[in-house]
């Protein structure tokens, strides 16, 4: 039974029992008498393997814990782990994955718990877990400096998980920490620039993200074209919020040419956006050619929200140039495809719209109207509300 020597075995149950702040009587309560604890922890007794299962349970520690120093002890935990997170990797078994990452929380930063981390953030399904496990995480690379290379990507995989959950705020400070660091790489610190400049916009402060999304552009330079896109696709979008048109233009007819080819729904998504700068400006036999291409890219695949989306600004369009009868079509179109869908800020936009076409119309609501629009409401109830989504025109960060 002897791994370690007795002393060294006496000690460590010395050390667990006064963490857990017990006495000896208490360790030995029922089982053994005082006098026989003091004598194992004094190096006077050697205990047989059956008396030192019993202590540890009591102690609510595996046995290997007295028995392995902790050096070898972690050095077993950390091949356990590696052997997990390879089958689970290669089987594609997250629960694998997971329990490599829950054998190395508490060891000190190792590229395996890194690799595990970042697996964990492209494939848990469940955000609360995964945004537990991404706070422990940060807090671990944060507390030990980690200077692993992929380290930071798992704080931008947290920044990026907060920005999907609504939480802007916290995922600005925790990109602000990023670049604040001094150790990201060029690209790294590009891409977190953009991410704070989309997060700036989708907290309605489009003032202080296009200065953000100027330096992440100055910083991409020409090496890396989908970041220069998505930075003038942000620019686009947070000049138009601010009603200067022409740089709205400028920056996404810009980012259009640069997406082709390389990101398709991207493209399609900054065409959808020129078509509403287009409107804006007056155009609108531009406009709605520019929309209806995006709608049709939608529609083949298969995004139904965005669908929605692009035909809230084709009824808008439509009825602009005085075409009520295309512009409810739009508007029905729209909330048929809302429908299918949990985004409560395109459903109260298209109602409102549809409430203002009919109006316009001289005509009234029917029932079969209110029908589907009275059913939604009851499915979103039922499934735990729904959700008042950004800007459909607002940039998602660049995902690691």
Excluded at 23 to 29: F, P
Excluded at 102 to 107: H, I
Excluded at 119 to 130: A, G, I, P, V
Excluded at 141 to 167: C, K, P, T
Aim: net charge negative; proline share 4%.
């Amino acid at each position: 039974m002897a791994t370690a020597s007795p002393i060294t075995v006496g000690q460590r149950i010395r050390h667990l029992r006064e963490q857990r702040h017990l006495t000896q009587a208490q360790l030995a309560h029922g089982l053994f008498d005082r006098s026989y604890i003091s004598q194992i922890e004094s190096g006077t007794a050697i205990p047989p393997l059956q008396t030192l299962e019993l202590l540890c349970v009591r102690l609510n520690v595996p046995v290997s814990s007295v028995l392995m120093d902790p050096a070898r002890r972690n050095q077993s935990l950390q091949h356990r782990a590696r052997i997990n997170l390879r089958q689970g990797i290669q089987s594609q078994s997250i629960d694998q994955v997971r329990l490599a990452w829950e054998l190395l929380v508490d060891q000190p930063v190792t590229p395996d718990f890194v690799e595990a981390t970042l697996y964990l953030s492209q494939h848990e399904s469940q955000n609360d877990r995964l945004l537990y496990m991404l706070q422990r995480a940060a807090l671990k690379i944060l507390g030990e400096g980690s200077d692993l290379e992929d380290s930071i990507d798992v704080l931008i995989a947290l920044g990026n998980n907060y920005f999907h959950a609504r939480q802007f705020l916290n995922a600005l400070s925790v990109y602000q920490a990023i670049v604040e660091d001094g150790k990201p790489s060029i690209q790294t610190q590009a891409r977190v620039y953009f991410n704070m400049g989309s997060s700036y916009y989708a907290l309605d402060r489009s003032a202080e993200a296009i200065p953000t999304y100027e330096l992440a552009l100055d910083l991409a330079g020409g090496e890396w074209p989908n970041l220069l896109a998505a930075c003038h696709h942000g620019l686009g979008v947070a000049y138009r919020s601010l009603g200067d048109l022409t740089q709205a233009y400028h920056h996404t007819a810009l980012a259009i040419n640069l997406y082709t080819g390389s990101d398709t729904l991207k493209h399609f998504q900054a065409v959808h956006n020129l078509g509403v700068i287009l409107r804006e400006q007056g155009a609108l036999e531009m406009s709605e050619h520019h929309l209806l291409r995006a709608w049709q890219h939608y529609e083949a695949a298969g995004r139904c929200e965005l669908v929605a989306s692009v035909c809230e600004e084709l009824a808008k369009t439509s009825l602009q140039a005085g075409r009520l009868v295309d512009a409810a079509t739009w508007c029905r179109k729209g909330l048929d495809a809302v429908y299918q869908t949990n985004e409560g800020g395109a459903f109260a936009r298209l109602l409102e719209l549809q409430l203002h076409i009919l109006a316009e119309a001289g005509q009234t609501v029917q029932n079969e109207d209110l029908k589907p629009v009275v059913d939604y409401l009851v499915r979103i109830h039922c499934c735990g509300g729904i959700s008042v989504n950004v800007s459909p025109h607002s940039p998602p960060p660049t995902e690691p």
